[in-house]
C-alpha cells in the first residue's frame, strides 16, 4: 500500500495518526477494525445499532428490543426500508426496564411481554435483542426464548447485541448468525438452479425492488433479498437458490461465506451504485448463470436502461465537471462504489473515509483514487472538516450526523444512508444519483453565504 | 398501517408500544450543549453517544458535538474508571472545551461505576472543570436526565460566597433554543438582570457562517452558573425539567426557588411576568403589553374556528401540562392527555385542570402511543399536538398534527421559534387554526368550499 500518514501539522490523538493516510506517500498500512479511542467524538456506533439495522427490515417480524426504553425509541422506524405489505417492523416495542427490573433481573418481564406480543399479533418470528444492562444483568436470553417459541409455537429468536460486545460490525454478524437461524428448516431443500437470493440491500427507497425488477426481466428469480422488505416464510426460501449476490459486503459478506459453507451456495460481490458497477454487475450475474437467453435478456435491458438514464448522467456531468467530493459512509464496499459513480459524474474524490472499512477494502481504495486522497478510517467531525476543508471539497457524502456538519461549513451534502429520499440503486438510481448531486452542489442558496451583510454574527 | 390497533382497552402487563418518551442520557446531553464551551460526555457504550446525537441531529439540524467512554467488554467487567480517566485527558488535549459534562448510561450505573470518585483521580488541567450527573436510563425519562443534568450544574459549580448579584436565576426547562431566546427576550424587554442555565440559543440555532463551530458563542458561561448561587430568586420553569435544581440551589446556596409552569399561553405567560416582577420590581414593559393585546386580539378574531375543538396532546409533562392549560383558555377541549414520563404528579395536576374546566378527559402518565392511539379509535379528536411520532396516528386517523415538544424528525424551523410568551401563543394560536382550517378546505365538497373563513 502507497499510502503514509501526512505529517504536516498534526494537531490529532496520537492514536488516531495510523487510521489516516493520504495517497502518494510512505508505504504503511492504515489501521482499521480497531476499537475507537476513549474521549473521541467519534461518528460509530455500537453492536446493537448493528445488528438492528440488518434485521429490521423483515417487516412481518415482531423486533423487541429487551432494555431501558432508548434502545427502542432511537431506532423506532428509522431505516427507511420499504415493505410491500407486512408492517408490524415499523413498530417500536420495548420491555422498558426499570429500576425493580434491574435489581431483580428482567427475564420474568420479558416473557410476559413476549406474550402479549405473541397473543396480540401472532407473528411468525419474534427477534428479542438483548441490550447493553442484559449482558450485565445476566438475564438468559435463550432459555426465555426456547420457552416462549414452545408456548407460542413461532420462532422466538434472540439477539445477542449487548452494545458494548464490540462495534456495529460485531453487530452484523450477530445479526447474520440470526438469519442463518431463520433460514434453518427441517425440510428437504429444493436445488432451484435460476434462482438467486440477493443480501446486504435493506430495500432503502424501493432499492431491492428495482434490482429485482431487472433481474426477473433476465430470467433470473430471486428467492428473498436479505434484508429489504423481506418476511418470515421467503426468507425459508434462501437455501434453494443457485446463488448468492452481495451488495453491502460489510453487512452481510459473512452471512454469504456461511451460506457457501453450509448449503454450498456460491457468491458474488456486485454493486448496482452507478451506471457502471450496475452494467457490469447484471453481466457477471448473467454469466454465471451462463444460459444464452439470460445473456441475450441481460444485453437487451442493459442497452435499453443505457439509453434511457445515460443521456440522463451525462447532462448533469456537465454541471458537475470538476467538482470535488468527499465521502465518509458505513462501510468500505459502498465507499469504493462512490468513488467509481463520482468519476461518472466528472467529479473527484478528495477525501474518503469509512466507519467500519476493512483492511482489503481500503487497498481497493487506495488503487483506486488519486495521488494525495485522503482517506481515513472512523473519522471524527474536527477530522472530517480539516480534510474537506484542506482537500477544498464541494461536497460530502454521509450520514445524519454528517448532514449538519457539511452544512456548516457551506458545503453540499447527499444523504447515502438510511434517509435517503429516492432509490439511489440501478440505472434508474444512477440518475436519481445524480440529480441529487446537482441539486445540491449548484444550488443557489450557496450564493448567499457571502454577501453585502456578514452571514451570522453570534450574538447570543 | 397501523390497522393493528384495537379500540377496545386491553390491560397489558410491561409491554411499551411506540414509546412517547425516551432515555435520561438524551436529556442530559441537551442540558450540557446549554453551557458555553462544553462537551458533554456520555460514560457507556458507543451507541449510546452516537445515538443521542443522532436524535438531537435531527431535532435540531445543527451538528452535535459529545464523547463517549466507549465502552467494551474490559470495562464492563472492570469499571469504566480508566476509560472515564482516560477520555478526560483525551478531550480536554483534543477538543480543548472549558468545561466536561459526564452523563451514566444503564450500562455504567448498572456496574456501578463512581463517577465522582472518577473525576477526582483524573487530570483536569487547571481553570477547567468537570461536571457529572448520574443518569440511568432505567428510571425517569429524557426529561429526568435534563432535570438530572441541570441539577449537576448546580452540585458541581454554584457557590454563595456572599456577594448578592441581584439577578434573577431562570431555568428554562427542556424547550427549544427558540423558546430560550424568547425569555430572554422578554426578560431583556423588563431590564431585568438574569442568569439563564442552561441556555442552548446560539449553540443549537447558531447561525451558518461557513465555519464549524465545535463551541458556538452561546451557552451559560462557567462564571454564571457559579454565580448563580448568588441570585435573589430561581424561577425553575416546568416542574419535571427544572425544580431539582433550584431545590438545590436552595439547599446549597439559600437562593429561593420558585417553581411555576412553563410560559405557554395567556396565563402562565401572566404568571411568569408577575413573577419576574414581583422578585425584581422591574415593570413589565410596555412592549410586552402590547403583545399580550395582540394575543387577544387574534384570540377574539379566531375563537370560532378552533373553540369547543377536541384535542389529543402528548410529549413530556412540563410542556403537555402548560399546553393543555392554553388550550382550556383557547375554549378548546384536550380530552386525551398523555406523557411518556412517569409520574403521579401529573395525572393530579393535568386532571384538576379538566375537572376545573368540567371536561372528562383520560389522563396518562407513563403512557404510550398505542394507549393513545386505542383512545382516539374508541371516541375521535379533531386535532393531535405533539411530537412526529404522532404523525402515524394522524395519518391512521386522518386528524392533523400540530407538531410540538421534543422531537421533531420532519420538519423545520421549529426549534428557531418560541411557542413560549406572547410571541409563541400567537404561533400556537396560528398553528392551531391553520391546521383544522387546511384540513377543513382540503376535504370541502365544491358548494360548501369558501374564499373567506
Known amino acids: 500500500m502507497d499510502m503514509a500518514i501526512n505529517q504536516t501539522d498534526f494537531s490529532f490523538i496520537p492514536e ?18 480497531a476499537d475507537s479511542v476513549a474521549g473521541c467524538v467519534s461518528q460509530r456506533a455500537c453492536v446493537y445499532c448493528g445488528a438492528r439495522v440488518v434485521l429490521n427490515p423483515i417487516t412481518d417480524a415482531v423486533h423487541l428490543v429487551h432494555g431501558p426504553i432508548g434502545c427502542a425509541s432511537y431506532t423506532w422506524d428509522i431505516r427507511g426500508s420499504l415493505s410491500s405489505g407486512a408492517d408490524l417492523y415499523r413498530h417500536s416495542f420495548s420491555t422498558d426496564l426499570r429500576e425493580e427490573d434491574i435489581i431483580f433481573g428482567g427475564e420474568r418481564k420479558l416473557m410476559r411481554c413476549i406474550d402479549e406480543l405473541a397473543e396480540r399479533y401472532h407473528p411468525p418470528v419474534m427477534l428479542v435483542y438483548s441490550t447493553c444492562i442484559v449482558g450485565v444483568i445476566g438475564d438468559d436470553l435463550e432459555a426465555v426464548c426456547r420457552l416462549a417459541s414452545k408456548r407460542h409455537r413461532i420462532k422466538v429468536i434472540p439477539v445477542q447485541s449487548s452494545g ?83 451488495q453491502c459486503a460489510g453487512s452481510m459478506g459473512y452471512l454469504a461465506k456461511r451460506m457457501e459453507e453450509i448449503y454450498g451456495i456460491p457468491f458474488l460481490n456486485v454493486s448496482f451504485l452507478g451506471l457502471e458497477d450496475t452494467m457490469q454487475s447484471l453481466r457477471r450475474i448473467a454469466d454465471f448463470f451462463a444460459n444464452p437467453y439470460i445473456i441475450k435478456r441481460c444485453e437487451a435491458l442493459i442497452e435499453r436502461e443505457l439509453a434511457q438514464y445515460g443521456p440522463i448522467v451525462k447532462q448533469y456531468r456537465q454541471h458537475l465537471k470538476g467538482k470535488k467530493a468527499a465521502v465518509f459512509v458505513g462501510g468500505g464496499f459502498k465507499a469504493i462504489s462512490l468513488i467509481k459513480q463520482f468519476r461518472e459524474l466528472g467529479m473527484e474524490v478528495v477525501m474518503v473515509g469509512t466507519q467500519t472499512g476493512r483492511q482489503e477494502e481500503y487497498d481497493a481504495i487506495s488503487q483506486l483514487v488519486a495521488e494525495g486522497t485522503v482517506i481515513l478510517d472512523d473519522a471524527n467531525p474536527s477530522e472530517l472538516e480539516r480534510f474537506m476543508l484542506e482537500q477544498g471539497a464541494d461536497l460530502l457524502v454521509g450520514g445524519v450526523k454528517e448532514r449538519p456538519l457539511a452544512y456548516k461549513l457551506g458545503l453540499s451534502f447527499i444523504d447515502h444512508n438510511h434517509e435517503r429520499k429516492h432509490p439511489l440503486s440501478g440505472f434508474t ?26 452571514t451570522g454574527r453570534i450574538n447570543p | 398501517m397501523w390497522d393493528y390497533t384495537p379500540p377496545e382497552i386491553i390491560p397489558r402487563n410491561g409491554i411499551v408500544i411506540n414509546p412517547a418518551k425516551t432515555c435520561q442520557p438524551i436529556g442530559a446531553m441537551y442540558a450540557a450543549l446549554g453551557v458555553h464551551r462544553c462537551l458533554p460526555h456520555s460514560h457507556g457504550s458507543q451507541g449510546c453517544c452516537s445515538y443521542h446525537r443522532m436524535h438531537l441531529s435531527r431535532h435540531f439540524r445543527d451538528p452535535i458535538a459529545a464523547s463517549t467512554s466507549s465502552f467494551t467488554e474490559g470495562a464492563a467487567v472492570f ?17 480543548n472545551p472549558d468545561i466536561i459534562a459526564v452523563h451514566t448510561t444503564c450500562l455504567s450505573e448498572t456496574i456501578g461505576d463512581d463517577i465522582q470518585v472518577y473525576i477526582n483521580q483524573a487530570q483536569v488541567p487547571p481553570g477547567k472543570a468537570v461536571i457529572y450527573a448520574n443518569t440511568p436510563s432505567y428510571v425517569g425519562s429524557h426529561v429526568t436526565g435534563f432535570s438530572n443534568m441541570v441539577k449537576g450544574m448546580v452540585k458541581g459549580l454554584s457557590v454563595n460566597n456572599n456577594h448578592p448579584n441581584g439577578k434573577v436565576n431562570i431555568i428554562p426547562g427542556f424547550v427549544n433554543p427558540g423558546d430560550m431566546r424568547e425569555i430572554k427576550r422578554m426578560l431583556k424587554a423588563m431590564e431585568v438582570r438574569f442568569i439563564m442555565f442552561p441556555d442552548t440559543s446560539g449553540v ?95 384570540m377574539v378574531d379566531l375563537h370560532d374556528q378552533y373553540q369547543d375543538k377536541k384535542v389529543a396532546v402528548f410529549g413530556d409533562p412540563d410542556i403537555v401540562i402548560a399546553l393543555t392549560s392554553f388550550l382550556l383558555e383557547l375554549g378548546m377541549v384536550p380530552n386525551y392527555v398523555l406523557t411518556g414520563t412517569p409520574s403521579e404528579a401529573f395525572a393530579k395536576e393535568v386532571e384538576q385542570m379538566l375537572d376545573e374546566a368540567g371536561i372528562k378527559g383520560r389522563v396518562k402518565a407513563g403512557g404510550d402511543l398505542f394507549t393513545l392511539h386505542q383512545w382516539i379509535k374508541e371516541a375521535p379528536v379533531d386535532l393531535l399536538m405533539g411530537t412526529s411520532y404522532g404523525k402515524y396516528i394522524a395519518k391512521a386517523e386522518n386528524i392533523p398534527l400540530v407538531r410540538v415538544g421534543f422531537p421533531i424528525l420532519d420538519r423545520g424551523v421549529h426549534s428557531y421559534l418560541p411557542i413560549v410568551g406572547y410571541k409563541g401563543a400567537l404561533r400556537l394560536i396560528e398553528m392551531i387554526s391553520n391546521a383544522l382550517l387546511d384540513k377543513q378546505d382540503r376535504e370541502a365538497a365544491d358548494e360548501d368550499f369558501e374564499l373567506i373563513l
Not at chain 1, 488516531?16 to 477494525?33: D, F, H, L, V, W
Request: glycine share 10%; with cysteine; proline share 3%.
Open chain 2, 79 to 95: 469499571g469504566g474508571g480508566a476509560n472515564l480517566k482516560t477520555a478526560l485527558k483525551n478531550v480536554f488535549a483534543i477538543y
Open chain 2, 204 to 298: 443549537l440555532d447558531a447561525p451558518l457562517t461557513g465555519k464549524y463551530e465545535m463551541y458556538p458563542a452561546g451557552g451559560t458561561k462557567i462564571e454564571e452558573l457559579i454565580d448563580a448561587g448568588n441570585s435573589t430568586v430561581t424561577l425553575a420553569l416546568g416542574s419535571f425539567a427544572s425544580e431539582d435544581a433550584a431545590q438545590e440551589l436552595r439547599k446549597k446556596a439559600k437562593v429561593r426557588p420558585l417553581i411555576l409552569r412553563n410560559p405557554i399561553g395567556i396565563r402562565a405567560t401572566d404568571n411568569f411576568l408577575m413573577a419576574v416582577s414581583r422578585a425584581t420590581g422591574q415593570e413589565i414593559s410596555a412592549e410586552l403589553e402590547e403583545e399580550r393585546g395582540q394575543v387577544i386580539d387574534v
Open chain 1, 164 to 246: 458494548f460486545s464490540g462495534n456495529k460490525s460485531d453487530g452484523y454478524r450477530i445479526a447474520c448468525e440470526v438469519l442463518l437461524r431463520m433460514i434453518a428448516s427441517q425440510e428437504r431443500i429444493l436445488y432451484q438452479p435460476f434462482h438467486l437470493n440477493y443480501l446486504g440491500d435493506y430495500n432503502l427507497a424501493g432499492e431491492a425492488w428495482i434490482i429485482c425488477g431487472y433481474l426477473q426481466e433476465i430470467g433470473i428469480n430471486v428467492n428473498v433479498a436479505f434484508t429489504g422488505d423481506s418476511r418470515c416464510e421467503s426468507l425459508l426460501t434462501a437455501p434453494g437458490a443457485a446463488l448468492n449476490i452481495v
Open chain 1, 16 to 33: 488516531r495518526e495510523k487510521s489516516i493516510r493520504t495517497k502518494g506517500q510512505q508505504m504503511q498500512a492504515i489501521q482499521c477494525q
Open chain 1, 429 to 454: 438510481g444512477a440518475a436519481n444519483f445524480a440529480r441529487e448531486v446537482e441539486q445540491t452542489v449548484c444550488s443557489p442558496v450557496w450564493k448567499y453565504l457571502d454577501g453585502p451583510i456578514h
